[in-house]
């Protein structure tokens, strides 16, 4: 008798998780009809009169040689305040070559978060953190959204869009070419070495984070070099805390945000209106990037940041749109982030990013054109709002 109750219970909850998942999925196909049939006024380019954003382009390319470090490290963390990680500054093309180019000095192992990273010191007393390359550029990432392993050039990419938008809260990243025999080795910690070893000629590592395994180490390439993001390690108090929207990463299970609509009226309960509308505002910047995987936030100065953007540029082909969750469920947005929005449209977004220091690196036209289609999901996600409630969406 119990065991003929257990099935039916079983049966009821499997039937009501099915009946929520539809739910969920209905308004994600109301936003792709919604996207399908824009206004026209979504694809109008702008006049160009964003100078914040072209400042923001021309300063990254006119770096050049950096003659005192100790200098440059010191005013690039004066930038880190309350509000922003760094200025968008003449010396930003200065900041990104010495990231380049700096002799490394130390060579150790960052154990925080749960893939391999290296935490390399550079002339100066400057510390960053090294997110090696996994992968080819083109290369797609299949399954579900957390897939895979970190895509340095995502880290890159996120950098870039930051200043697009005017939300200097990523770290400043740039590409490094780094040389393990002649530039990591040499000054590695024992914890770095124990954790080398050499495969058909090449020197390889695999750390000691969650998911470091000695069977699949990080090796150098056929030139003898890794390719990676040099990420600009800030100094300060990071607070991490547990995302609402948050992903359960267990096959078959949901999360209460994705059960229920009504969700935004429950958390806000107990979280700011600014906190939610800085829940937007991410949940718009990993949906261009596609990041699903953003389970924890972090915090300067009470302050939320975008780090740790490593998940994004894993499939070019597929929309995510619950990602954009915090948006179609609290129907809110700031004035800045909706007018910042409307200025990259008619191509304008991808155009500005190719003018970007060699991104053709790591990041390909298909993810570039992406980028342009979920804009358009992003502009049909408030029309959505709209439709729904003419009260509904509040632009702040």
Avoid at 79 to 94: E, F, R
Avoid at 139 to 152: N, P, T
Avoid at 249 to 260: L, S
Avoid at 365 to 377: G, P, S
Wanted: positive net charge; hydrophobic residues 40%.
């Amino acid at each position: 008798m119990f065991f003929i109750i257990t099935i039916n219970l079983v049966d009821i909850l499997s039937k009501f998780q099915s009946e929520v998942i539809r739910t969920h999925l209905r308004i994600e196909d109301k936003i792709k009809k919604i996207q399908k049939h824009l206004p026209k006024i979504y694809y109008l380019r702008r006049d160009n009169t964003d100078l914040i954003s072209n400042d923001f382009i021309q300063y990254l390319k006119s770096g050049g040689k950096v003659y005192n470090l100790d200098k440059l490290w010191n005013e690039v963390n004066s930038w880190v305040t309350k509000t922003q990680l760094y200025s968008i500054h003449p010396k930003l093309g200065d900041v990104l070559f010495a990231l380049q180019n700096a002799k490394i000095v130390k060579c150790d192992l960052d154990n925080r978060g749960s893939q391999l990273k290296f935490l390399l010191t550079l002339e100066g007393d400057q510390e960053i953190i090294f997110k090696p390359k996994w992968y080819k550029k083109d290369e797609v990432i299949e399954g579900v959204v957390y897939a895979g392993k970190d895509r340095y050039g995502s880290e890159i990419l996120g950098f870039y869009i930051s200043g697009l938008f005017e939300k200097p809260i990523v770290p400043i990243s740039a590409e490094r070419i780094i040389s393990f025999k002649n530039e990591l080795l040499p000054v590695a910690t024992e914890k770095f070495l124990k954790t080398t070893l050499y495969l058909n000629n090449r020197t390889c590592v695999y750390g000691t984070c969650y998911y470091c395994n000695k069977n699949d180490p990080i090796c150098e390439n056929s030139h003898h070099v890794l390719s990676g993001a040099a990420i600009f390690n800030i100094k300060g108090t990071i607070k991490v805390h547990k995302s609402p929207w948050r992903r359960i990463y267990k096959a078959g299970k949901i999360a209460e945000w994705q059960a229920n609509d009504n969700y935004c009226k429950i958390i806000s309960q107990n979280l700011s209106s600014k906190r939610i509308l800085d829940f937007i505002d991410v949940a718009i910047f990993d949906f261009l990037i596609q990041n699903g995987d953003r389970h924890h936030y972090e915090t300067l100065n009470g302050n939320l940041l975008w780090l740790d953007n490593g998940k994004g540029l894993g499939n070019p082909n597929i929309d995510h749109i619950d990602i954009l969750a915090p948006l179609y469920q609290c129907c809110q947005i700031r004035k800045s982030t909706w007018s910042k929005l409307l200025q990259l449209s008619g191509g304008v977004l991808k155009e500005k990013l190719k003018l970007m220091p060699n991104i053709g690196n790591f990041v390909t036209d298909a993810h570039l054109d992406a980028l342009e289609r979920r804009l358009l999901f992003i502009y049909a996600t408030v029309e959505f709002c709209m439709s729904t409630n003419k009260e509904k969406i509040n632009i702040l």
